[in-house]
C-alpha cells in the first residue's frame, strides 16, 4: 500500500468533519494560545504528550500514551506501558515518514494536521490523521500534544474535497 | 535550580522519604508550570487528576512515570541558559 503524509490545514472546519475531539483539543489551543492549559487535562486519555523533536528526520520522544489513544490501540498495551521506550519500538522507516510535522509544529509553534497512511508493522497499513499542537508552560517549557485517529473510509478524499 | 529540586531529576534517591518524594515531585512540575502535564499523567493512569490523593503504591508509579518529563524540562532549561 502506499506510505504518504499530507498536510491540511488545521481549521475547526475540516477537524470537525473528523473528530470532535480534535476540534476540541484545536479550540483550546486557540483559547490558551498554546500555553499547557487545564482544559487538556480531560483528554488526556486521548493524546499522547511528546518531548521536543531533536531533529526533523526522526519522531520525538514520548512523555506520556493515552490509554485511549490510537497509538495505543495500534501498538499495543504493552508497548504503551514504557512510554520512554515507545519511540525506539516503533521502526526507523516509520519513524521517519511521520517526522517532518512533529519538527514543523514545534518549529513554527503553529498546530499541524495531515493525513498518514503508513505500514506501521508487518502487514498493518494504516490511514489515519493527526493533530500536533505545540504547547508550552509559562517556565518555558515547550512539549508537543499529539491526538491520532484513524480515518474512516473515503475521509481522506472528503478533505481533499473541502480544501 | 536549587539542590533539593535537583536531586528529583536523579533515578535513585534513597534518603528521601515518599512524603518528601511526592512534596519534591510537586515543586518541581510547578517551578516548570508543568502541574498540567502531571496531571494529564494521573488522569490517564488512574482518573484522578490528584496525586496526593492516591495510594502510595499509586502516587510511586506517577512520579515514575512522571519523571522523565522533568528530566526533559531540565534539560531544556539547562540548554536554553547555555544559549543564552
Not at chain 1, 48 to 72: E, K, V, W
Not at chain 1, 118 to 132: F, H, P, V
Not at chain 2, 28 to 45: F, G, Q, R, S
Amino acid at each position: 500500500m502506499l506510505e504518504y503524509t499530507e498536510r491540511r490545514p488545521a481549521t475547526a472546519l475540516i477537524l470537525e468533519e473528523l473528530s470532535t475531539t480534535g476540534a476540541q483539543l484545536l479550540h483550546i489551543w486557540n483559547k490558551s494560545n498554546g500555553h499547557l492549559s487545564p482544559d487538556f487535562i480531560d483528554h488526556a486519555r486521548k493524546v499522547l504528550l511528546m518531548a521536543p523533536p531533536a531533529t526533523p528526520s526522526d519522531s520525538p520522544d514520548i512523555i506520556m500514551i493515552g490509554n485511549d489513544s490510537f497509538a495505543r490501540h495500534v501498538f499495543g498495551a504493552e508497548w504503551a506501558q514504557h512510554p520512554t521506550s515507545a519511540r525506539k519500538a516503533m521502526s526507523r522507516t516509520y519513524r521517519q515518514l511521520v517526522a517532518s510535522s512533529y519538527w514543523n509544529a514545534y518549529r513554527s509553534n503553529r498546530p499541524i494536521f495531515d493525513l498518514i497512511g503508513a505500514n506501521i508493522s508487518d502487514e498493518n497499513y494504516r490511514e489515519y490523521c493527526r493533530l500536533i499542537l505545540p504547547v508550552h508552560s509559562r517556565a518555558g517549557i515547550s512539549q508537543l500534544i499529539v491526538f491520532t485517529k484513524e480515518l474512516p473510509d473515503q475521509a481522506s478524499r472528503t478533505i481533499s474535497l473541502i480544501n | 535550580m536549587d539542590n533539593k529540586s535537583a536531586l528529583s531529576l536523579i533515578w535513585h534517591r534513597p534518603t528521601f522519604s515518599h512524603k518528601e518524594e511526592v512534596l519534591d515531585l510537586l515543586k518541581t512540575a510547578e517551578k516548570y508550570d508543568l502541574i498540567t502535564p502531571l496531571k494529564m499523567m494521573c488522569v490517564n493512569l488512574y482518573d484522578c487528576p490528584y496525586i496526593d490523593l492516591l495510594s502510595e503504591k499509586r502516587q510511586k508509579e506517577v512520579i515514575n512515570a512522571f519523571r522523565p518529563a522533568l528530566v526533559l524540562a531540565y534539560t531544556q532549561q539547562k540548554q536554553e541558559q547555555e544559549v543564552a
